[in-house]
């Protein structure tokens, strides 16, 4: 079975700019969960998707945003980068059925985004 | 809310030396417990996990109990390796908080031949 996939893997933007990073989850798995990852944050929940709709969101501001898709690839688009924004983010993929807590996420390897 | 706490690091052992990274949580109800690992430039990859009061999860030599009464789930390896050099990450999948995991601040582990 194929890993959770991420493209692009490396990101380099301006100030202002704004990005679109995308994550293809295994194959039969409903939830996707991102997640962005910082020296000095640790790793920090932005939201999860389950069968297209929105379930859970973190604390980040509106710039942050996402989309699932119908065959739950996902999409998250950061707008008005800032430098902050800098950091490597994470996307994860679960069965995501809500009576089985026990399922483990299975994690991409990332995108290192990269703000000038 | 739900949270995990675990020990600061970098934790620094030599080679074949025992490991302990503390992990205590709090919850409402019964979480499902998680160490994860990640290595230099991956992602996270989950280690072992524990679902109830008790169980031990175990891989690649590495162990957790779930310890309820101290709202704990410690990870421990009798003989670490410098390939075990990594992040090491406690979460929790609770009932609250919706579906999401919880994931600790992370342990950084240099191990040292």
């Known amino acids: 079975k194929a890993g959770v996939t991420q493209t692009p893997r490396y990101l380099i933007k301006t100030r202002g700019q704004q990005v679109t990073l995308s994550c293809s989850p295994i194959s039969g798995h409903r939830s996707v969960s991102w997640y962005q990852q910082t020296p000095g944050q640790g790793l920090q929940f932005l939201f999860e998707?389950?069968?297209?709709?929105?379930?859970n969101k973190g604390n980040f501001p509106g710039r942050f945003s996402g989309r699932q898709f119908s065959n739950s690839r996902s999409e998250m688009n950061v707008s008005t980068l800032e430098l902050g924004d800098s950091a490597l983010y994470l996307c994860?993929?679960?069965?995501?059925?809500?009576?089985?807590?026990?399922?483990?996420?299975?994690f991409g390897p990332g995108t290192r985004l990269t703000v000038l | 809310g739900d949270s995990v706490t675990q020990m600061e690091g970098p934790v620094t052992l030599s080679e074949e030396a025992f490991l302990t990274i503390n992990c205590t949580y709090t919850?409402?109800?019964?979480?499902?417990l998680f160490w994860y690992v990640q290595y230099p430039g991956e992602g996270l990859q989950l280690l072992l996990k524990a679902t109830k009061a008790d169980d031990k999860g175990s891989n690649k030599g590495f162990e957790a109990t779930y310890r309820k009464e101290t709202t704990s789930f410690h990870l421990e390896k009798g003989s670490v390796q410098v390939s075990d050099s990594a992040v090491y990450f406690c979460a929790l999948k609770g009932n609250t908080g919706g579906f999401k995991t919880i994931f600790g601040a992370g342990t950084r582990l240099f191990v040292k031949a």
């Open positions: 919850a409402t109800g019964y979480p499902s």
């Open positions: 994860a993929s679960s069965l995501g059925v809500s009576a089985e807590q026990s399922n483990e996420q299975f």
């Open positions: 998707y389950f069968s297209e709709t929105q379930r």
